[in-house]
């Protein structure tokens, strides 16, 4: 099965990353996203990588001009009925992913796979919101998407092989690896990354160390390129949380078990870089390490 035209749904930080990556390899890809400030950024997140790969001489000026006008946005899920293969990267819970794929289902044609850029959710368990489940796919794809060479494939339980070795096939395409695992909460990546990540957190918040001491630990001592806390602003203080919470439910253990910490730069909306708050404060030149009780200093 050859793969030409992705939709891609959701163009925050995976979504327009993922959609990046596809018009480089050649594909016609069409970016949805409901909310018109969210797509336009997007879009122009997109022009901006391009151009920063062009400036370092790793595409030339006419492949990222050919890339970025393979990609075109909409706000009408509609748009990706065609499209041989959609790839949905909204917020990372259960009930809304689900209800984008049972959309999906109805609006493209039989033959298009349906693959979730899920960090967590059961592949089987998003499948059965639709009508198509051996068509259903997980490509979890890592941010920066791209930068990242890994995309974890997940087979739903129904999941027949002639989808997968398009997706595989796909994959490659990209430039990027493919490695398959198990429809597992939280896969491999985050099944062992979050519990880290959660841990940095309860050192903080239990005050064995500060932000930036717990990062140089991980950064000098274990060769890190980036410290655990530092790592969750990127990805996002909301979506950390809500893979722990997968985990935690899913597997049933105590060690999954977000920090209150955590739960609570959450609820006060200090989501990391995408807020320009999390364990650091992005407004400055150096950024300032937050203190659970000191605030920013």
């Known amino acids: 099965m050859s793969l030409s035209t ?4 959701g163009a925050g930080t995976m979504g327009h990353g993922i959609a990046q990556v596809a018009a480089q390899a050649g594909l016609a890809v069409r970016l949805v996203d409901t909310a018109p400030a969210a797509l336009a950024a997007g879009l122009e997140r997109i022009s901006k990588s391009l151009a920063k790969l062009a400036s370092k001489g790793q595409l030339t000026t006419e492949q990222a001009a050919a890339a970025r006008e393979r990609v075109v946005g909409d706000s009408d899920l509609g748009a990706v009925a065609g499209a041989d293969l959609v790839v949905e990267a909204v917020v990372e819970r259960l009930e809304v992913k689900a209800e984008v794929l049972s959309t999906l289902d109805r609006l493209c044609r039989p033959g298009t796979i349906l693959a979730s850029n899920t960090s967590s959710i059961s592949i089987t368990r998003l499948a059965s919101a639709t009508a198509r489940p051996a ?13 990242m060479p890994l995309v974890e494939i997940i087979r739903g339980l129904a999941t027949d ?12 395409r990209m430039g990027k690896t493919p490695v ?25 918040h239990e005050g064995v160390a500060e932000t ?15 410290g655990p806390l530092a790592l969750a602003d ?16 899913g597997l049933g253990e105590a060690k999954y078990r977000p920090c209150p910490l955590l739960v609570r730069m959450v609820d006060g909306g200090l989501l990391g870089r995408k807020t320009g708050r999390g364990f650091y404060d992005y407004g400055t030149e150096a950024p300032l390490a937050f203190h659970p009780t000191k605030g920013y200093r």
């Open 135 to 147: 068509q259903v796919i997980g490509m979890h794809f890592m941010n920066p998407v791209p930068l």
């Open 212 to 226: 930036t001491a717990i990062d140089s630990v991980m950064k000098l001592g274990m060769n890190h390129p980036m």
């Open 161 to 172: 092989q002639g989808t997968y070795d398009a997706v595989e096939a796909l994959t490659r």
């Open 234 to 249: 990127l990805i996002g203080l909301d979506v950390c949380l809500d893979i722990l919470r997968v985990l935690h439910e």
């Open 6 to 9: 992705i939709g891609v749904v």
């Open 180 to 204: 398959e695992v198990r429809d597992a909460p939280g896969f491999v990546s985050n099944r062992v990354l979050m519990p880290m990540i959660n841990e940095a957190i309860f050192c903080l």
